[in-house]
């Protein structure tokens, strides 16, 4: 065996080629040759360019050293344990290749590896119906049939269905890259945001959707969300009390933890009353002469069932639950709190009465009166009386006991007075008409202008005392007449519209001893509007 020296070195490879193509001349001539490559790296497989995919920094493989080192897949002796008959064949023997690049089956017996024969031999990745019992499934995909290439180097994945990545949701995926299936970050509960598929297309990718009910953020269509409550409370939800709580699906507040509310039927917090529960309330605690409380809705106090419907003094308070009906009083104000207002006290006796005993305003209680000649027309907010010639009395059924006490009654006129003399009055202490003991009248005299004190025993009237008035008031204005029996004094007195006054008073023990008997209304010789009539005890 001849072998050549490699002139150039271990990196040259013009002079190996010449070298090789000399062995292979003599080869002819001496009868062999063989070329000794141990001083030359692993050449491999060459890529496009010629170069070849291990260089010599990367690849310490020797080849012919025994011992099979990547990339080699057989060095000498060493098969990496294969055999003749793992390539396919009979029997034999089995040796590596001279280069190292692969195995030498010339010296095995038999036929060897047939691609087309139904078996899968030796380096055959399968070989028709035999697959080496692969399948689609095995293979990645879901399904199909798998086949074997004609060439049996391969399977082939042809005929199998759906694989994840294929971006097109096949069972049992959940998705495929781009394919969702329709669904969206809303659909899986969030408010906004993109949503994506998992690189096994096991489920759905939410890690950039936004805002989702148990996120502890009050977001979207959210009421409130856990702990946040956007700053509600059981107080702004309407109750008194408790600690408020947002709904798990966060469309809500949860106030089963919050006490005490307008409309549980309970008197709490701030509350009047409450449904039927009053507490013992009734229209007097609103300051209403009569009547039935009952409850709004916002649990303070009805007064409407309390109320008359009617403001006679248009000050803004309900007649029946005015302190002064008939005096303007919006601030209703009472400094000795005995539930008569200020504005009707006694002049310079503010401790002399206490309560209205008779309040009418002429709307509904017309069986209270009693004509005793004249013509009275009660209703329409006043009643009307006249009487030409002589007098005509309108009594009420009220009898003032001989105690302390006022009657009062506001009027105009409507025309102008009959000729001769003529007044209006309020009776009081009239013992028993028809009888005629006694009887007192407080009276006014619109053409003298003159306020006086009249008496009547066995029917004839005389004055006891008068005072003249100043006064520039009209018919239709109001005029008002006022007696008040103050122990052994009564004073009769008027005021009108325009600020006028005057004062006509008597006294005696006669007064202290006969101030008991009915009371109301006088005209003699006149035409007179009443618009109200009170009494005060």
Known sequence: MHRFADSHGPTGHAPRLVACAVCLVIAAWLGGCSFDKSGFPYNGQNDNNGNQNQNQNQNTATCGNDVREVPEPCDGADLAGQTCQTQGFDGGTLACLGDCTGLDTSQCTGTGPVCGDGLREGAEACDGADLGGQTCQSEGFYGGTLACAPDCSALETTACIGTCGDGIVDVPE???????????????????????????????????????????????????????LGGRTCQSEGFYSGTLACLPDCS?????????????????????????????????????????????ANCTFDPTGCQAGHDEDSDGIDDNCDNCPTYANAGQADTDSDGLGD?????????LFTHIQVFDPMLSTAASWTVVGGTWTYGGDVVSG??????????????????????????HYVQAPPSGNNWVAVVFAWSQPGVNLYAYECVYEREAKVVSVYRTTGGEWIGIAQASVSTTVVDAQWHRLRVYRDGNVVR???????????????????????MSGLIGLRVYNEHTVFRSFVTYQ
């Open 174 to 228: 959940a998705c495929d890259g781009a394919d969702l299936s329709g669904r969206s970050c809303q659909s899986e509960g969030f408010y906004g945001g993109t949503l994506a598929c998992l690189p096994d297309c096991s489920g759905l990718q939410t890690a950039a959707c936004t805002g989702t009910c148990g996120d502890g953020a009050t977001n979207g269509p959210e009421a409130c969300d856990g702990a946040d």
């Open 343 to 351: 504005a009707c006290e006694a002049p310079g006796d503010g401790a």
């Open 252 to 296: 809500g507040f949860q106030v089963a933890a919050c006490s005490g509310t307008c409309g549980d039927g309970v008197i709490n917090g701030p509350e009047d009353c409450d449904g039927a529960s009053l507490g013992g309330a009734t229209c007097a605690d609103l300051g209403c002469l009569s009547g039935t409380l009952t409850c709004a």
């Open 492 to 514: 009769c007195e008027y005021t009108d519209q325009t600020g006028a006054s005057g004062t006509a008073q008597i006294t005696g023990t006669d007064v202290a001893a006969n």
């Open 386 to 411: 006249s009487r030409v010639g002589t007098g005509g009395n309108y009594l009420h059924a009220t009898s003032i006991p001989n105690v302390d006490y006022s009657v009062e009654a506001t009027f």
